[in-house]
C-alpha cells in the first residue's frame, strides 16, 4: 500500500490566495495551504528575485519593449540561477515547517 505524499504550497497574502475557490481548490487536491506572514517580503523569494532584478534593470537604458524583455529574462535567470535565492530560502526555511 502506497500512501499519498503531503503536498504544501506557501503563499503570501495577495487577496486572491485566500479566496474560497482558492481554499476549495486546495482541499479537493489534498493541498495543505501555508500563509506567510503578513508583511514579509523578506520570506518571500520572488521579492527578493523581483529586487535583484530591478537593482540590475536600473542601470540600463530601455531603448525598446524587446529590449527590456530580452533583459528581464537574462536577469531574471541571472538572479534564479547564480545567486541561488531559492536554495539560500529553502535551507533557512522549509527545514523549520
Do not use: G
Not at 60 to 75: A, G, V
Request: hydrophobic share 35%.
Amino acid at each position: 500500500m502506497q500512501t499519498e505524499q503531503r503536498i504544501c504550497l506557501i503563499l503570501d497574502n495577495y487577496s486572491i490566495h485566500k479566496s474560497a475557490f482558492i481554499k476549495k481548490i486546495a482541499l479537493h487536491l489534498n493541498i495543505t495551504l501555508i500563509y506567510l506572514s503578513p508583511y514579509s517580503p523578506h520570506l518571500n523569494p520572488i521579492e527578493q528575485i523581483w529586487r535583484q532584478m530591478k537593482r540590475e534593470i536600473k542601470h540600463h537604458y530601455l531603448e525598446s519593449r524587446e529590449f527590456l524583455q530580452e533583459l528581464t529574462i537574462k536577469t531574471y535567470k541571472k538572479s534564479i540561477y547564480k545567486t541561488k535565492v531559492h536554495d539560500k530560502w529553502l535551507e533557512t526555511f522549509i527545514t523549520k515547517v
